[in-house]
């Protein structure tokens, strides 16, 4: 939509990356505040914010790679500068390199992850409103009001023709995370927040990648786009954990009765 | 024991938004030094390896993830972010070649000095 800001002398400043930028400094803000609040101990808050980092580093890197096996690319530096990126591949792979460093570190896992998952969400938000300046990641044609047309630089225009207007994804899927991170707020008990995050957004996911019109790539099945794979992947997760709770849960409670 | 932690949020801030500022000046500065390289070499007819736009590149890329990691590292350990974030400086400012790199190149100067300016405080560990 507006992927450059031109500061004079032809320096364009690029938008995605200032926006996704703003919402890791915005998701660390908000961090260091449930930290301050759940009086968390220093030593317990520096290796959080240094496995965070480096699993933030390494999940943009697996979000690249993610793309290139999406579609079928050889996995070279030329390639990994050239393609996109994707979440969902972000999460995956940022989200194994967190939880080998907490257990390298001795840092309670499932507490760190609870920690993050408001964090992730508002990076997430300015990620997509980055993403809809970049043009990227944009919807199927609409005629509906809200539908947005893109300028002719933007790669929207460039695969869906110009003058088209199509669903503004990328704006959908922002509203959604602020309305859904202010249901997590209010609503979650914190040690339920990654559950709740991962079925919500599997969900949000697997519905929003039918509105998408970019080219989505093949993952282990062609009837759906790899997002919506991985999306029931984690709803599957949450249900088997979930089932697992009740399970042991039910076997204390009877054991407890004798 | 006692250890002294800072209190701005000026480092991360500069550190974040240097280093994911930086890898697309790396990108473009590496272009821009094989156009130069390729000019220079135009008289001989020979062609670029894309050896000074790897190198470029990766410096450029190493300044970026050092200014995160001390940006993000800010508050916890000051000195040692202050000197990663001075260190990402001086691997962005090696690769001056688009006007792009000035930015970051001045975010992480301001970070890594607030790193060390910064009002600290002590706290038991």
């Known amino acids: 939509m507006y992927p450059y800001l031109n500061l004079g002398h032809d320096i364009l400043l690029p938008l995605y990356n200032l926006f996704i930028g703003i919402g890791i400094v915005f998701g660390l803000i908000y961090l260091d505040n449930q930290i301050k609040n759940l009086k968390i101990k220093f030593l317990t808050d520096r290796n959080l914010h240094i496995s965070l980092i480096i699993s933030v580093i390494i999940g943009f890197l697996g979000a690249k790679i993610f793309e290139l096996i999406y579609h079928g690319k050889a996995i070279s530096i030329i390639n990994l500068y050239s ?3 994707t979440f969902m591949g972000g999460i995956i792979s940022g989200g194994i390199v967190f939880l080998l460093i907490n257990y390298l570190l001795k840092t309670n896992n499932l507490f760190s992850f609870n920690l993050v998952v408001p964090s992730l969400i508002i990076a997430h938000i300015f990620g997509r409103i980055g ?4 043009g990227c990641c944009y919807g199927k044609p609409t005629n509906l009001f809200f539908g947005v047309k893109y300028p002719e630089s933007a790669p929207a225009s460039f695969y869906l023709g110009q003058d088209i207007y199509s669903h503004p994804t990328q704006l959908y899927e922002s509203f959604f995370l602020i309305i859904f991170i202010l249901i997590i707020e209010k609503y979650a008990q914190f040690k339920n927040k990654i559950f709740i995050y991962l079925a919500g957004y599997g969900v ?12 989505r790539g093949h993952f282990i099945t062609e009837l759906i786009s790899p997002s919506q794979v991985i999306s029931i992947l984690f709803v599957l997760f949450v249900v088997i954990t979930i089932l697992i709770k009740c399970y042991f849960f039910k076997k204390s409670t009877a054991s407890n009765n004798f | 024991m006692t250890k002294e932690k800072g209190t701005s949020n000026v480092p991360m801030i500069m550190g974040i938004i240097g280093g994911v500022l ?4 790396a990108v473009c500065s590496a272009w821009c ?3 130069i390289v390729s000019l220079d070499n135009i008289d001989s007819s020979t062609v670029s390896d894309g050896s000074t736009g790897g190198t470029i590149l990766l410096i450029g890329i190493i300044g970026a993830i050092l200014g995160i990691i001390g940006g993000s590292l800010g508050k916890k350990t000051p000195v040692s972010a202050g000197s990663m974030m001075i260190a990402a400086a001086i691997l962005t400012g090696w690769n001056l070649a688009s006007f792009l790199s000035y930015i970051p190149l001045i975010l992480f100067l301001i970070g890594g000095i607030f790193c060390f300016v910064q009002k600290k405080e002590s706290i038991e560990l």
């Open chain 1, 83 to 85: 393609g996109g990126t």
């Open chain 1, 131 to 134: 993403c809809f300046l970049g």
């Open chain 1, 204 to 215: 949000f996911r697997f519905l929003i990648e039918f509105l998408r019109s970019d080219e």
């Open chain 2, 22 to 25: 930086a890898l697309p000046a």
């Open chain 2, 33 to 35: 030094g094989e156009v």
